[in-house]
C-alpha cells in the first residue's frame, strides 16, 4: 500500500490510498485543479482514480466532487444517509453504498461511525494483507468500541485539530469554540496524543496529525503536544509529521 495526503485542514481534504490494484481517494475537498495537479504531480493520472470515499458532507471534504466525478467517472463510496442528502449524485451511475465495511478483492475497508456534526460522518480502517491505514478526522471523540479495529496499524492518520488554550483565547465566537470543543466537532492536540498512546504499537510505522487548525494551531504547537505526552507515557516513537493544507506529503510505501 501507499498512502499521500493531498491535502487536510479547514480549506479542502484529501487522501490517496493506493493498493496493487486500487486508486482510492478519502474525500475530495479543494477543487479538481488542485487534486488533479497533486495527483500528476506524484505519477498518479486523474482518470485511474476508481473510488472515492466520502467521510461526511462538509464542503472542505466534497467541494471538487461534483467536477471531478463528471470528467472522471470514479465510484462514490457513501453511506445510505449520506447519499440521501446529497442530491447532486442522485443520478450518478456510479455509486457503491457502505454499511460497516467494503469488501473490494484482497482490500477491507472497515466504516466506523464518528462523532461530528454532520450526517453520518464515517472514519476509516484500510487493511491488504498485513498492511493497514487508519483515517481519524473530523471526530469530536473516538469511540472506546472502536479502540479493536484502530490498535497496532502501521499508519495513523489522525486529527489534531487545535490546541485548547489557543482557541479558548482566539478569534473564534463563543457558539464556535463550544462547537469545536464538544463531542460533535474536533480533536484537540492533547485528546489525539492521549489516544494514540493506546492505540500505537510494535508494528506503527509513521503518524500523520492531520486537519490542524490554521487559527487555532500550529505544527509546533501539536508536534510538542504529542511528544510531550509520549514521553509522558514512556513511548519512544518519532516519526510523526504534521500533514498541510496546500501541500502533499510524501508518497510513503508500506
Known amino acids: 500500500m501507499k498512502v499521500c495526503v493531498l491535502a487536510s485542514g479547514s480549506g479542502g481534504n484529501s487522501t490517496l490510498i493506493q493498493t496493487d490494484k486500487y486508486n482510492i481517494l478519502i474525500d475530495i475537498g479543494k477543487n479538481r485543479k488542485y487534486i488533479v495537479e497533486k495527483l500528476e504531480s506524484i505519477g ?9 470515499f466520502i467521510s ?4 472542505d471534504h466534497i467541494s471538487a466532487l461534483k467536477t471531478f466525478i463528471k470528467k472522471y467517472q470514479p465510484t462514490i463510496v ?11 449524485i442522485h443520478d450518478y451511475p456510479h455509486i457503491l453504498i457502505y454499511e460497516d465495511e467494503v469488501i473490494l478483492d484482497n482490500l477491507k475497508v472497515t466504516c466506523m461511525h464518528s462523532s461530528h456534526d454532520a450526517t453520518d460522518s464515517r472514519n476509516f480502517l484500510f487493511e491488504s494483507g498485513k498492511n493497514s491505514v ?7 471523540y473516538v469511540n472506546r468500541n472502536n479502540f479493536k479495529y484502530l490498535f497496532n496499524k502501521e499508519i495513523y492518520l489522525f486529527e489534531s485539530n487545535h490546541d485548547i488554550e489557543k482557541l479558548q483565547h482566539g478569534p473564534y465566537p463563543d457558539w464556535l469554540k463550544k462547537r469545536v470543543l464538544s ?29 490542524l487548525s490554521e ?13 510531550n505526552v509520549f514521553k509522558e507515557y514512556n513511548i519512544n516513537f518519532k516519526d510523526i509529521k504534521c500533514a498541510k493544507q496546500n501541500q502533499i506529503t510524501e508518497v510513503v510505501s508500506i
Open 78 to 88: 457513501i453511506s445510505q444517509p449520506m447519499f440521501k442528502e446529497l442530491d447532486a
Open 44 to 52: 498518479v493520472s486523474p482518470d485511474s482514480i476508481q473510488y472515492i
Open 183 to 211: 463531542d460533535y466537532g474536533h480533536l484537540s492536540n492533547k485528546a489525539c496524543s492521549v489516544y494514540l498512546t493506546k492505540l500505537i504499537g510494535d508494528n506503527t510505522k509513521k503518524i500523520y496529525l492531520m486537519h
Open 215 to 227: 487559527q487555532n494551531n500550529t505544527e509546533d504547537l501539536a508536534l510538542n503536544e504529542i511528544n
Open 56 to 59: 461526511h458532507l462538509h464542503d
Open 134 to 140: 487508519v483515517y481519524v478526522t473530523d471526530t469530536g
